[in-house]
């Protein structure tokens, strides 16, 4: 072969192997209201926020670490994933450092038309006692599931 066909041949195969690489790796985020409801609920009595998360999908529903509150109630990204609307103040989320986590074991995956439970602690917005007391309080919390890939 000609040293111009090999040089076209080789770039080709790079193409291809470049689009299929990036094709397994592909996920799309779902769509809040077509794809899941978040529902954000007050419990005083356990000085908690309740959150669900339902697929209305029929694929499965991945989210990362960060995305969902740990067991104790702490989320990562403070305000920026759950903010408080209490008395006309917004009041962030205690930042909470997760870590780092890489692969597939880092994702929660919710299951097609199943629901994903969880909750924000009070004691997250600093005055727990407050919150139990005021009865219009709103958490609003960020969440990003995507289709999972690869499963």
Not at 43 to 67: E, G, M
Not at 110 to 125: A, H, R
Request: aromatic share 8%; hydrophobic share 30%.
């Amino acid at each position: 072969m000609t040293h111009w066909r090999l040089t076209i041949l080789a770039a080709a195969v790079v193409s291809c192997v470049s689009c299929a690489g990036s094709r397994a790796q592909q996920t799309s985020t779902a769509i809040a209201d077509r794809d899941y409801i978040l529902t954000v609920k007050p419990n005083d009595a356990a000085s908690r926020f309740d959150l669900a998360l339902s697929s209305r999908s029929p694929k499965q529903l991945c989210l990362s670490v960060d995305d969902w509150p740990n067991s104790l109630g702490q989320v990562t990204g403070g305000g920026g994933r759950a903010l408080l609307k209490l008395n006309g103040q917004d009041i962030p989320a205690t930042e909470t450092n997760f870590g780092y986590c890489v692969g597939k074991t880092c994702q929660t995956v919710l299951q097609p038309k199943k629901v994903l439970t969880g909750s924000v602690n009070y004691k997250e917005f600093k005055d727990p006692q407050t919150l139990r007391d005021t009865s219009s309080k709103t958490l609003q919390y960020q969440v990003h599931p995507y289709f999972c890939s690869g499963r």
